[in-house]
């Protein structure tokens, strides 16, 4: 039984991971298509979203399966449960790479609209936390995973920033009121795939140690 769980324990790690790779992809191509400008890629972004929730599906079933047939217990069960949570946190990322991937080709359709330095700051953290928190799934690496959790503070700080700014412009500019609510849509939605990453470094956290961080300061 021992050696069965150890192979299906390393083939649901590989699923969560493939699905990690599709996620992490679909995020870095959401924003390179809001840098550039590029509808094309946005759409091919959307198009992609499916394949994302199939996965998804398929990592549920397999850890629906594991608690069914084998009964984990201690690591083995932490290591289900936390696969189960992270599954649909990176669904969720999906989403939001589709979501920025829509507001793009809204973009692309409208009058050209200087986006905020800071959301290429919160672009690159976010995708920063996204390969971190993944590698510390790979790895088990509880340290890499605390390290996200600060990490996510840098967001935060940068959404605020874009946020006056975003106000700051529809004061000043009313006239492109759709375009800065756009921009600012895109700039909450990196500020969640931030989240998400946060709440997988969590859950490796709970996975390795057994210790649940929610709702605790990263401090």
Not at 24 to 31: P, Q, T
């Amino acid at each position: 039984m021992t050696r069965h769980i150890e192979r299906q324990i390393e083939h649901l790690k590989q699923k969560i991971l493939l699905l990690g790779t599709l996620v992490e992809e679909a995020i870095s191509k959401s924003i390179t298509a809001l840098i550039n400008r590029d509808a094309s890629l946005a759409q091919r972004v959307m198009a992609n979203d499916d394949e994302i929730d199939r996965m998804e599906v398929e990592v549920e079933e397999e850890c629906l399966k594991m608690l069914a047939l084998y009964q984990p217990v201690a690591a083995d069960l932490r290591f289900v449960v936390a696969a189960l949570k992270i599954n649909n946190d990176l669904e969720r990322m999906g989403d939001l790479a589709k979501n920025i991937a829509k507001r793009v080709s809204q973009l692309c359709n409208g009058e050209p609209c200087e986006l905020p330095p800071e959301i290429r700051t919160m672009a690159m953290k976010s995708q920063e936390m996204v390969k971190h928190c993944l590698d510390a799934v790979v790895n088990a690496d509880p340290s890499l995973a605390r390290q996200v959790r600060e990490e996510d503070d840098a967001v935060d700080e940068a959404r605020g920033h874009i946020r006056r700014k975003i106000l700051q412009g529809i004061k000043s500019q009313p006239e492109k009121l759709e375009t800065l609510l756009r921009i600012n849509s895109v700039s909450k939605h990196i500020e969640r795939i931030a989240d998400m990453a946060t709440n997988i470094a969590e859950d490796v956290i709970y996975m390795v140690e057994g210790d649940i961080v929610r709702h605790r300061s990263s401090d």
